[in-house]
Structures are given as structure tokens and as C-alpha cells.
């Protein structure tokens, strides 16, 4: 199969913290991930692309710099929010793409800014 | 740019009944997704397709694909309880990677 591995699956954090959240391809190689956000009863927006061994590319009007994705490795993807505030809560979902298999998608991160 | 339009995004229905959510996008595309979601969960996959006429079916859901129209299809048939859930259909552009999703389909199935 093509299994995605997304944690921690639920965090809360005080307003002006950094959250790190991490997504791992656990039975595939995966050069290419992607991070998306979705609100209580909205869609998945894609917030960026991220690409092993190089920089992520970011949809527009997505900050950056607020949103720092690595992806160092083939198994690996982490998307760090930074100095989180309550409008930031949101369910975030990573994918991988699997040759043979389509889009695999990670169980998602809730994270809640108090 | 790529635009997915889903409809309806709410369908409350009786048991036993058929429906069918629709999903439009606006440039040529490799491929569609439909997409099944409960609350609080990530994604399940329903069905990939690819080509012009596509029909694919699975158990009380059939989804088929008019390239031409850039139309998809997902079909119930005798609606359950169990199939109460949000339903996204998804588009990859063409030559491209990224999924496009539509707004979703909340579908209610009352007993």
C-alpha cells in the first residue's frame, strides 16, 4: 500500500508559539508532498507544494515565512507554523503522491491556538 | 487557473433514495477524484478516473467522467445511514500535479 503517516493528530499551543508538524511516507519514497489547511466545514486549500531536497513552493497568499515546510528527506515532510495565533487553528493535512496509487493523505494535525 | 464547482454542497435524503452530486471544472484535465470524509477524519479515496467515460462503481456508489463536458458524476443509489459523510470531488490539471478540490458535498442520509 502507500501509507502517509501525519502527527501529532491533535496539539493545542499557546498564542506566539511554534508548532512542528510531521509527515511521513512510511512504505514509499516521496520527492513530492503537499500540505493543505482546511476550516471547520470548508475545503482542503493547498498551501504549498514541498519538494525533497529543495525549497517548498507556496500558493499565493500563503506566508512563507509563517509556514516554514523542510523536506529532508524521501520519508519526510515537516510543516512548522510559527509564531501561532488563534486564527491559525485549523485542520492540516498532508499528501504524497504513489505512482500506481494516486494521492495518499495523512490523518490530519488539529491544531487549536489558544 | 483551475476552478472546481461542486453542487449541491448540502443534500439531506431519505433512505432507500438515489441522488447525484455533480462536479464541474474549468480547464482540460489529467485526472478527477472523489473523495469521501467524515468529521474530524482525513480523506478516503473513492475512485480515480482518468479517461473520457470513465464509469466506476463501488457497492452504492457509481462515479463517471465527460471529458468533453468536464463533468463528473458521483451516483447513490438506495441511500444508507452509513454513506452520510462530506464528498469532494478533486481535479488535477493537466500535465500538472497539484489537486484542485471542490467546495464539498455535506450529504445527510435520514432513516
Known amino acids: 500500500g502507500a501509507v502517509v503517516s501525519q502527527h501529532p493528530s491533535r496539539v493545542i499551543c499557546k498564542s506566539g508559539t511554534s508548532v512542528k508538524i510531521e509527515c511521513r511516507s512510511l512504505?514509499?519514497?516521496?520527492?513530492?508532498m503537499f500540505w493543505y489547511r482546511q476550516f471547520p466545514k470548508q475545503s482542503l486549500m493547498l498551501m504549498a507544494t514541498?519538494?525533497?531536497?529543495?525549497?517548498?513552493?507556496?500558493e499565493q497568499g500563503v506566508e512563507k515565512d509563517k509556514f516554514l515546510i523542510n523536506h529532508a528527506s524521501l520519508t519526510l515532510s515537516t510543516l512548522t507554523v510559527t509564531s501561532a495565533h488563534p486564527e491559525d487553528s485549523s485542520f492540516y493535512i498532508c499528501?504524497?503522491?504513489?505512482?500506481?496509487?494516486?494521492?495518499?493523505f495523512g490523518s490530519g494535525t488539529r491544531l487549536t491556538v489558544v | 487557473e483551475l476552478k472546481v464547482e461542486q453542487n449541491p454542497l448540502f443534500l439531506s435524503m431519505q433512505e432507500g433514495k438515489n441522488y447525484t452530486i455533480y462536479c464541474n471544472y474549468s480547464?482540460?484535465?489529467?485526472?478527477l477524484y472523489w473523495y469521501r470524509q467524515d468529521p474530524g477524519k482525513s480523506l478516503e479515496s473513492l475512485f480515480v478516473?482518468?479517461?473520457?467515460?470513465a464509469v466506476k462503481q463501488e457497492g452504492r456508489l457509481m462515479a463517471s467522467l465527460d471529458t468533453k463536458a468536464r463533468l463528473s458524476t458521483l451516483h447513490i443509489t438506495a441511500a444508507v445511514h452509513d454513506l452520510s459523510a462530506t464528498y469532494f470531488c478533486?481535479?488535477?490539471?493537466?500535465?500538472?500535479?497539484?489537486?484542485?478540490f471542490g467546495a464539498g458535498t455535506i450529504l445527510r442520509v435520514k432513516s
Open positions: 512504505d514509499f519514497q516521496a520527492t513530492t
Open positions: 478533486a481535479v488535477v490539471k493537466e500535465y500538472g500535479n497539484k489537486l484542485v
Open positions: 514541498s519538494n525533497e531536497g529543495s525549497k517548498a513552493t507556496y
Open positions: 480547464t482540460t484535465s489529467d485526472r
Open positions: 499528501s504524497a503522491i504513489r505512482q500506481l496509487y494516486g494521492y495518499t
Open positions: 478516473l482518468l479517461s473520457n467515460g
